[in-house]
């Protein structure tokens, strides 16, 4: 048997995160994926909207700079807008909030490529092989894993599931969720329109759904369409599927010119109520996953490692044991408030804007109005979004844990 300190099941980006988060500890870490590499860049073309506050997380570990040039995308200015017959509308501008920008966007393979780079010159031991089994002893997590050599075993004081949204390390602890399905797919694009508007980000709520357009840089955008109808939109060919696009976000673009791959994710909100057991912890996906509305979901799960990270780094000094109960218990009561009003902030979004009754619609459009003439509301809403609200762990502080 492998004997570690820590086992992170999952090298998403947030277990990848975390295992480079406590590499300057004088801890032992294994962490185990199927995969165990980031995917090629040409095949990956998924994009992400990091807040500022991941921007500076990634920054202390080392892998922002690490980013190809071409590879985060500033947003400067977020125009959002009700396209369901309504005439509310906002712009939030980053110089109104005296920020430099509101967000990035980032590619998920060239961020894994840096993660996994970074993970490369530490002590951390990275094992391609998939989490089986479970067997929780009094001072460690025995994991079998299986992999190409056949399974192998590995024990850690403690095991932390960072194996996204179907977790076998959730399943193998029986620890339970709650899940809602929206009965909606996300359908992901990038596209080329003909009038760009540099670092300008686009919330739409269509009929269709919510429908978001990320800068990617020179013409490119990233669509994010939130629909009934995704497999109808993915099957489309290209040229209706542009027109069909276009009509849905208007004109602010120009004309839409061609596409890249259509990807269709399905859209749901789980949450484990209380993400730890004796020896392990659920990080990420795997402890809560949501609608991608407003980009929150690795942001969130990046907060959960900073925080755990410090927890871990402070129970070391005091010499205390990690993988306790007390101490999980105590890493979940400071996370209990940010992950609640994350994920009801964007389950909120989702059903204010997915609603058609009249006078709701009024509503909301009455909300964007007053959120574009109320500087402290949207302040307050872009602190949010941001992933500053105070108190921040160490990363997000610029700090190492
Ligand atoms: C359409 C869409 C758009 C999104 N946009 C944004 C955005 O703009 N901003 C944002 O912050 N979030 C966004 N999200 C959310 C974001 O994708 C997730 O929150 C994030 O990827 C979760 O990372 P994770 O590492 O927890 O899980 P995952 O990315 O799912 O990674 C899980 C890892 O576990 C591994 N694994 C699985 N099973 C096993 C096993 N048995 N043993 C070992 N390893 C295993 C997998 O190989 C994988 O590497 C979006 C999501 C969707 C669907």
Request: with cysteine.
């Amino acid at each position: 048997m492998e004997t570690y300190d820590i086992v992170i099941c999952g090298g998403g980006l947030v277990g990848t995160s975390l295992a480079l988060s406590l590499a300057h500890l004088p801890l032992t870490i294994c962490l185990i994926d199927p995969v165990a590499a980031p995917p090629p860049r040409h095949k990956d073309d998924r994009t992400f909207t990091l807040a500022q506050g991941s921007k500076r997380a990634l920054t202390s570990l080392g892998v922002w700079s690490r980013l190809p040039e071409n590879s985060f995308h500033p947003i400067n200015e977020i125009e959002v807008s009700d396209r369901t017959g309504g005439f509310g509308l906002t712009h939030i501008r980053a110089h109104e909030l005296g920020l430099d920008a509101l967000g990035f966007v980032t590619e998920n393979a060239a961020l894994l490529a840096a993660l996994y780079g970074a993970l490369k010159e530490t002590s951390v031991v990275i094992r391609a092989g998939r989490f089986a089994s479970l067997e929780v002893r009094a001072n460690a997590a025995v994991v079998t894993m299986s992999g190409t050599d056949g399974p192998t075993q590995l024990s850690g004081r403690l095991l932390v599931g960072a194996d996204g949204t179907d977790s076998a390390v959730r399943a193998a602890l029986a620890i339970p969720v709650t899940r809602h399905a929206y009965g909606r797919e996300a359908l992901v694009v990038n596209c080329q329109v003909t009038a760009p508007k540099p670092q300008t980000a686009f919330e739409r709520f269509t009929p269709e759904g919510p429908l978001a357009a990320l800068p990617l840089g020179d013409d490119r955008y990233t669509f994010v369409m939130s629909s009934t109808h995704a497999q109808d939109w993915q099957d489309l060919p290209e040229p209706q599927f542009l027109a069909r696009l276009e009509q849905a976000f208007g004109q602010r673009l120009g004309h839409f010119r061609a596409c890249g791959r259509r990807l269709r994710f399905p859209l749901i909100r789980q949450k484990a109520p209380h993400p730890a057991a004796v020896r392990a912890v659920l990080v990420g996906n795997a402890a809560h996953t949501l609608h991608p509305v407003a980009g929150q979901g690795f942001n969130l799960g990046l907060r959960d490692i900073a925080s755990l990270a410090d927890t871990i780094a402070e129970t070391c000094r005091r010499q205390e044991d990690f993988g306790s109960r007390t101490v999980l218990d105590r890493y979940l009561a400071g996370r209990a408030h940010d992950v609640a009003s994350t994920t009801e902030f964007t389950d909120g979004l989702v059903r204010i804007f997915s609603n058609k009754i009249g006078p709701l619609v009024v509503a909301r459009n009455l909300a964007l109005t007053l959120v574009d003439c109320l500087p402290s509301v949207k302040r307050a809403l872009a602190v949010r979004t941001m992933g500053l609200k105070a108190p921040l762990p160490s990363l997000l502080r610029g700090l190492r844990p």
